[in-house]
Structures are given as C-alpha cells and as structure tokens.
C-alpha cells in the first residue's frame, strides 16, 4: 500500500472517532465500508490494531477502548488544539488527503505561497537529530552576507516563512529565518542541547518570532464590529481571554511581550483593533498609525 494510502486511513479514522466521539470497532468498519477508504473492503481488526500504533507514534493521538462498552475514543483531543508538530502535521496531512482525492477541481483551489528556504529542512532536521553543528550562509535584508556556525535548537513556522533558532558559537540564542539562507551544511562538530532547554516554553511570551528581551506586560484590546469573531475562531496568543463583551465591541487581554510582530498584526486588523492597556503601548500604537498616515497625507 502507498504512503499516501495509509496515511488517508490514519486521517479518517482520527476525524470518524472525533465527529462521532465513540464508536464500537463494528460502528467504524461499517462507516469504514461505507465511505469506501479501501475500496469498500472491511477494516480488519488486527490492521485497526497497527493504525492506533500508528497514529500514536506519528500523531501522539490516544485511541482508548471503554472497557463496558467497547466503544473507541481519543482520550487525549487536546493534542489537537495547541501548536505542536503533531497538529500541523495532521492539518497538513487532511488537506493533502482531501487535495489529492479532489485532482478535478485542482484550478479551482488557491494556495498560498512557500517561500525559499524549505529546500535547508532536511539538513536542518537531520543536524538537530543527531546534535550536530550547521554551517550557514546567510544575510540579513538591507545588510552584508556572513557565514556562521550555529547549534541548531529548533524550527518554528510563522506567517508561511520558516525561522530557525540556533545557539551562536558566542552563547547567544538567535532566529534566522531560511529565505535569507542561502546555504547550510552539516558539519562534524557535535553539540548538546541543554536538557532543561524547551523550545515551547522559549517561545511561550512572544507571539512570532522575534524574542528581543521586550518585557512582560498586561495587555487589554477592544475589538470592534466582526473581529470579535476572528480572535475567538483563531487566537492570537495561548494567554488570550476575552474579559468583556457588548454588542458594539469585546475586550480581550493578553499577557506577553508585545514585539513588532505582535504590533504588526495589531495593526493588520485596521481598525477593527484599539489598544486600551497599558497607556504607553497605547501611545506606540498611536505613534505608528500617526506616522503612517503622514506617508499617506504627503
């Protein structure tokens, strides 16, 4: 069976068992027939067995037998609804399912752009396996080129641009971002990451990439007319709560380091955003929209 194949019953079984929330092994092999996942055939227990073995080790989902009802469940569906590797692959592996069974209407699906970069994965991913060092070439915009030798801690994908985040040979933690790379190479020297280093938790207080040392604050916007419904269909930030509500505008709050990035998409709701708390973020955001409209006023 092809890759693609297995992958589309792991795909199936997961949302079955999360649009029905419990099913015995016979409710799904009938479901499994009727939707003809393998050309109608029946689902056999024992390839049932090896596709939650599966999607545990892929997806880190739990599918548990109740022990008086025999029926099936994901005990763990949280895992699904945060930002780790295990979602993202499962969003990215749906919609590949769903593409690939829908080649007829392929001109009618618009896909963002991937930028460059995505080719220095493979050797990154691989450097960050087996703690090996990167040799990069890379250049800031507006700046001169440089090579570097760095220890790969992680990736992270932000705005359809993936970043890295390495260890420089002075100690600092730095982002470089893979289309301003313009070559990596594995190198032989070894290097170990910290134990107690999570790159979840490095991340925790920013929203994007950029982690300048901009400090903690309590952070209160009002949203007006529809972008209510847009923070709370797609959060800004896992510290977001909505602490008030109207039928003209809703109040959210945020705890965490408001960087350009978080600014940037501030502003990128127009405004459908304000910035009530604290004053003094209040007043940058006065102060870029001020200058922004002098570009417009000239």
Known sequence: MKPAQIFHQYIWIINTLR??????????NRKWQDDEVADGNVLQRSS??????AILDMFGIIIDCEPKT?????SNPEILNDDSIERWLFSTLTVHG???DSAAVKERV???????????????????????RLRIDYQKFGAA????????????????RWYLLARTEDDQMRIYALDRTSQVELTDEDFK????????????????VL????????????????????LRTLPLHRSQCEIVSTADYTDFAFDLRPTADFLGQLLSHGDGIEVLEPLELRERMRQLITENLKRYNK
Request: glycine letters at 6%; a negative charge.
């Open 98 to 100: 769903v593409l690939a």
């Open 48 to 53: 049932f067995n090896r596709h939650r073995d």
């Open 70 to 74: 025999y029926r099936y469940y994901i």
């Open 193 to 208: 990451m910290p134990d107690d280093f999570s790159p979840q938790d490095y991340f925790s207080e920013y929203y994007g």
């Open 145 to 160: 080129g440089y090579e570097k030798t760095i220890c790969p801690y992680a990736l992270k994908l932000f705005h359809q």
């Open 211 to 230: 982690t300048d040392g901009t400090p903690m604050a309590h952070i209160v916007i009002r949203a007006h007319g529809k972008t209510p419904n847009y």
């Open 19 to 28: 649009a029905h929330k419990h099913l015995t092994f016979e409710e799904l």
């Open 110 to 132: 618009v896909l963002e752009n991937v930028p460059a970069g995505v080719e220095f994965l493979e050797t990154i991913i691989q450097a960050i396996r087996s703690g090996r």
